[in-house]
């Protein structure tokens, strides 16, 4: 039954698609996927540790207060850094929901209503907004439940039922927070933001979800849940972002924790949405 819906689907792929090449019935809708590169507006996305140390990760660096005044100045640099790239609209990791509540978070720092807090949605992307005049700072995030139940996706358990404990307490390890910690510690937020923008570190912190995949069974398996849920997260960021509709001349600068990054690096160009630019370049000019 599963095969003969997988051929019924494909032929209305392809009759969809004839429809289209024929010129019948209605104009179709602009695939995105086949989106010329000349007219795919520009992304970067900019991972950044937790800035404000909110504990939600399974690994946290843990940040000094920004708010002290020489952090202060680096974190004016780097913002000056990527003005030079001339954003047309910065996105950043908010509730897509939860617009109208960044609406008037963005327009009471402008007014000099409110103070900016110690994380990385204020401290450079309203910023950054604000300093180019941008006329709102876009929520494109998603972070609801997924479809089932939390069992379903609860990878402490799966790890018991795939007698995976012993993996499960390597992806634990403190070190990794340990070592993060470390590097903010010792460089400039110019510096530490460079690294772990580097696409080698990207895809290092990105291949650790290949071993919270195997926390479950054959049958039973909540770490590959888990694990899809996180795919279709970011798949949903894409959409936001896409759903901004930029122009081919626009450039779109995402403020988000460095874990989507990688994933959010590759959806960009393979789904010919947007042309990729990386921050490594521009962060340069802030150290």
Not at 209 to 217: H, N, R, S, T, V
Not at 258 to 270: I, K, N, R, S, V
Request: aromatic share 6%.
């Amino acid at each position: 039954m599963k095969r003969s819906l997988n051929i019924l689907c494909a032929g209305i792929a392809v009759a969809i698609l004839g429809a289209a090449s024929s010129g019948l019935g209605a104009a179709p809708t602009p695939l995105i996927s086949e989106r010329p590169e000349p007219q795919r507006p520009t992304l970067m996305v900019l991972g950044s540790v937790h800035l404000g140390n909110p504990n939600r990760d399974l690994h946290d660096a843990r940040v000094d207060d920004v708010l002290a005044p020489e952090r202060q100045r680096q974190i004016g640099r780097v913002v000056d850094a990527l003005a030079a790239w001339k954003p047309t609209r910065v996105a950043v990791e908010w509730p897509h929901k939860d617009q109208g509540e960044l609406d008037r978070r963005y327009a009471d720092y402008r007014a000099g209503r409110r103070r900016l807090k110690p994380d990385e949605t204020d401290q450079i992307g309203l910023r950054l907004a604000a300093k180019l005049n941008l006329p709102r700072v876009e929520a494109v995030d998603w972070n609801e439940n997924a479809p089932g139940a939390d069992a379903d996706y609860d990878w402490q358990v799966g790890a018991k039922i795939g007698h995976e404990e012993g993996r499960l307490a390597a992806l634990s390890d403190p070190k990794v927070s340990e070592k993060e910690t470390r590097l903010v510690q010792t460089h400039t937020v110019a510096g530490f933001l460079r690294i772990i923008n580097r696409p080698a570190y990207l895809a290092g912190m990105n291949r650790v979800y290949y071993d919270f995949a195997l926390l479950g069974g054959p049958e039973v398996n909540p770490g590959a849940n888990w694990v899809g849920y996180w795919h279709a997260r970011n798949l949903k960021i894409l959409d936001n972002l896409i759903r901004l509709d930029a122009r081919p001349d626009e450039h779109i600068l995402l403020v988000i924790g460095a874990g989507h990054a990688h994933l959010l690096d590759e959806y960009a160009p393979d789904s010919h949405a947007f042309r990729l630019e990386r921050p490594d370049v521009w962060l340069a000019r802030a150290e």
